[in-house]
């Protein structure tokens, strides 16, 4: 699994959407890129990055590029652990996946095992434990909105999870804040509005006094977010993580294995990089 192959693997199959797909690099720096174009005109630029360059090539922070178009930096590891998950975020970026409407949908919370097995089908990021777990269903008599659907009365199509509040004292008052932990779409299709829909199915539960996020800056500038009100706050500088070469595998620095760099010869099976960072947002109510 070299950098050439992971270049060629992408540019293949872009080639096979029904967009104008072009290959250039974006000088001074001369990074490979891809720039995909939809049938409105609407632009994705994806900048390829290795575990295979050099340290001061894979490492370097292209968030930047997020103030003048849509941008996803893609790593090479993500893509060979997660490709479904990564088709499916890039077609919907674009605007060609399957778009559900959310009005068709009913919002309900959903149990843990349901969440987690959703979220590791669906999320790019790992699932994590969440208080609050929500999800939106398709009853049967919509599935003609889907172009395979299932033999089942109702089809998850999106689901979103929330951390417990955190409660301080604002101004002499308790003040009680949630996190907007995952939220992702079934695969290969959008809910137009589903976020929406399921923020406000939270929020009329539970009556926050504000809603946080973070958007990850290697796939957002979180521009969706800012639609739903979200304003931002902070930019999160970027975060380190070791990669397993032979299993792609992601550990945050914390959660390697016991005492692998400091055996000799097994540090060389890792390779440490940095993401884009994250950028926060929050919604006041």
């Known amino acids: 699994m070299s950098r050439t192959d992971f270049l060629r693997e992408v540019s293949d ?21 891809f720039e995909i174009k939809n049938s409105n ?5 994806i900048f390829p990055k290795s575990i295979y360059d050099f340290p001061e090539e894979r490492n370097s922070n292209l968030s930047e590029f997020h103030q003048n178009a849509s941008t996803v930096i893609l790593w090479d590891d993500v893509w060979y652990s997660k490709r479904e998950i990564v088709k499916s975020r890039v077609k919907a970026l674009l605007g060609i996946s399957e778009r ?13 095992p349901a969440t987690q097995r959703f979220l ?10 969440s208080k609050y777990k929500y999800g939106l269903y398709l009853p049967k008599k919509h599935f003609r909105v889907i172009a395979d659907p299932p033999e089942a009365e109702e089809l998850l199509v999106a689901a979103a999870t929330f951390a417990r509040p955190r409660v301080f004292d604002r101004e002499g008052s308790s003040h009680r ?10 695969l290969n299709t959008t ?20 809603l946080m996020t973070y958007a990850d800056l290697e ?13 931002p706050h902070e930019d999160i500088p970027p975060q380190e993580f070791w990669v397993e070469i032979t299993t792609m595998e992601r ?20 390779v440490k990089i940095k993401n884009a960072g994250s950028r926060k947002f929050v919604k006041n109510f």
Not at 41 to 45: A, E, H, I, R, V
Not at 103 to 109: E, G, N, S
Not at 120 to 129: A, C, M, P, R, V
């Open 251 to 270: 550990f945050y620095p914390h959660r390697l294995p016991e005492g692998i760099l400091g055996e000799s010869g097994q540090e060389q099976r890792f």
């Open 177 to 186: 804040s949630y996190e907007l932990v995952r939220f992702a779409n079934l």
């Open 41 to 45: 005109g609407k632009s994705l630029y």
């Open 13 to 33: 199959w872009l080639s096979t959407l029904p967009v104008d797909f072009f290959t250039k690099s974006v000088p001074p720096s001369g990074i490979d890129s």
């Open 191 to 210: 809910v137009v509005g589903g976020l929406d829909k399921l923020l406000s199915h939270f929020v009329k539960e539970h009556q926050p006094d504000d």
């Open 120 to 129: 590791e089908e669906n999320h790019l990021q790992t699932s994590i434990l």
């Open 219 to 231: 796939w957002s500038s979180g521009r969706s977010y800012r639609k739903l009100g979200f304003e």
């Open 100 to 112: 559900i409407p959310a009005r068709l949908t009913q919002a309900r919370r959903l149990d843990r």
